[in-house]
């Protein structure tokens, strides 16, 4: 096995990218909640109408379907509001428990199970919705990292949904009326799905963990004001704010050669122990972390080259946080590759601006970070994400887009 210090002097610590870094019920609606598995889930259900779109402050759900979409040949602007049109009124119905118009399987709707789906736009829907004066400047590929690895298949698209959910059948069917709701406008491009705990699992607003077994999502805003802060526009045009950016990456982890690593390895690669979360400096979780404390023999207790530091905000630049909403993937081998695994991250975050936010960190890691031994960039793609809808209010967006389609 690895030890600690064969770690620190043998591994080399120049690697590139990384980063492992809805919905009214029927019957009688409950509030979301996780206080324990034996609670029902399903009449619960996530507000689908409000100032930001749910599904980015939502407390995690069990499930992920995110699906990636390219117009069709001939679409224009029109089109492209009559299909946010169906699509909002759809998913309205869908995360409330109600079989939307045309649906023939009512059965598959009546358990939203904290349902939520979220809309974004790509970079190319401006250009042919006639926009492309309004696309946001951040609304662009992220620049290519030296270990990015990535692949066609899980690159930019025009339209996002993200769905997620508690109950696997609910889900599945949501996504299936989307796709097929949609089948006249856009073609799927990519499905990518992922998973954490299931509801129950964790204690209320604990962090859920990666294939790792490290917390993911310890630094996440937890109040309003830092939401405000790091997730939601509030600059630019009035159809942008409360908004946000979504940032996708898929990252695949290399689980074999990970499990080759002794337990303080592990935890010094992170900068974090496993069980608790807490920095190697700290007690719990949430204590701030001392990056100049040393150890007995004065080398650093938290390694410079870790993930926590290297992911830091640079001095002098607090805006470089991000809204990590991470899931993971396990599927089976490779048959064309030696490793036994085949898993990693749907790695999903929002921001303000990625420019400022999401690239210098991964810039930051790609130069040095202790995890690129075990991780590879190979799937990217941003979207913006559309605010809110409320049809009764005047200020807001009738349908995702309503304000923007309409200028």
């Known amino acids: 096995m690895v030890t600690r210090r064969g770690f620190l002097t043998g591994a080399s610590v120049f690697a590139g990218a990384s980063a492992v870094a809805a919905c009214s019920s029927p019957e009688k609606p409950q509030a979301a909640t996780t206080e324990g598995a034996s609670t029902s889930l399903k009449g619960q259900v996530v507000p689908f109408d409000g100032r930001h779109q749910a599904g980015i402050d939502t407390p995690h759900q069990a499930h992920l379907n995110l699906v990636a979409f390219s117009l069709r040949a001939?679409?224009?602007?029109?089109g492209i509001r009559r299909l946010m049109r169906l699509w909002t009124e759809d998913a309205r119905a869908l995360c409330a428990g109600q079989t939307p118009l045309g649906s023939l399987e009512p059965e598959l709707a009546t358990s939203?199970?904290?349902?939520?789906?979220?809309?974004?736009?790509?970079?190319?829907l401006f250009d042919v919705a006639g926009l492309a004066s309004q696309r946001p400047e951040w609304l662009h590929p992220i620049p290519a990292f030296q270990r990015d690895q990535l692949q066609e298949q899980w690159g930019e698209a025009d339209l996002v949904l993200q769905i997620c959910g508690d109950d696997a059948v609910t889900l599945s069917h949501a996504m299936r009326h989307m796709i097929r709701a949609?089948?006249?406008?856009?073609?799927?491009?990519?499905?990518?799905?992922g998973f954490v705990n299931a509801q129950g699992v964790l204690d209320k607003d604990e962090t859920p963990r990666n294939l790792f077994g490290q917390k993911d999502g310890t630094i996440n805003p937890r109040t309003d004001q830092e939401f405000q802060d790091v997730a939601w526009i509030d600059a630019?045009?009035?159809?942008?704010?409360?908004?946000?950016c979504m940032v996708v990456r898929r990252i695949a982890?290399?689980?074999?050669?990970w499990e080759e690593l002794d337990r303080g390895s592990r935890e010094v690669s992170v900068g974090r122990t496993l069980d608790t979360g807490a920095p190697l400096t700290g007690v719990s979780e949430f204590d701030t972390a001392d990056f100049a404390a040393t150890d007995s023999v004065g080398l650093p207790v938290?390694?410079?080259?870790?993930h926590m530091a290297r992911s830091q905000p640079a001095e002098g630049h607090p805006e470089q946080r991000i809204l990590r909403r991470v899931f993971n993937y396990d599927l089976p081998p490779d048959p064309t590759s030696e490793q036994l695994s085949n898993?990693?991250?749907?790695?999903?975050?929002?921001?303000?601006?990625?420019?400022?936010?999401?690239?210098?960190?991964?810039?930051?890691?790609?130069?040095?970070?202790?995890?690129?031994?075990?991780?590879?960039?190979?799937?990217?793609?941003?979207?913006?994400?559309?605010?809110?809808t409320n049809p009764a209010d005047s200020e807001a967006d009738e349908f995702w887009g309503a304000r923007l389609l309409a200028s």
């Open 343 to 388: 898993a990693g991250l749907v790695f999903i975050c929002f921001q303000k601006n990625p420019d400022l936010q999401f690239t210098p960190i991964q810039a930051r890691l790609d130069e040095q970070d202790r995890l690129n031994q075990w991780i590879t960039h190979i799937g990217s793609a941003v979207f913006f994400i559309p605010p809110g």
């Open 112 to 124: 939203p199970a904290n349902l939520t789906i979220t809309c974004g736009f790509g970079a190319r």
């Open 302 to 306: 938290i390694d410079p080259a870790s």
């Open 253 to 257: 982890m290399n689980l074999d050669t």
């Open 236 to 244: 630019g045009p009035a159809w942008m704010h409360n908004g946000s």
């Open 182 to 193: 949609g089948v006249d406008y856009v073609a799927t491009r990519w499905i990518q799905q």
């Open 74 to 78: 001939g679409a224009d602007r029109a």
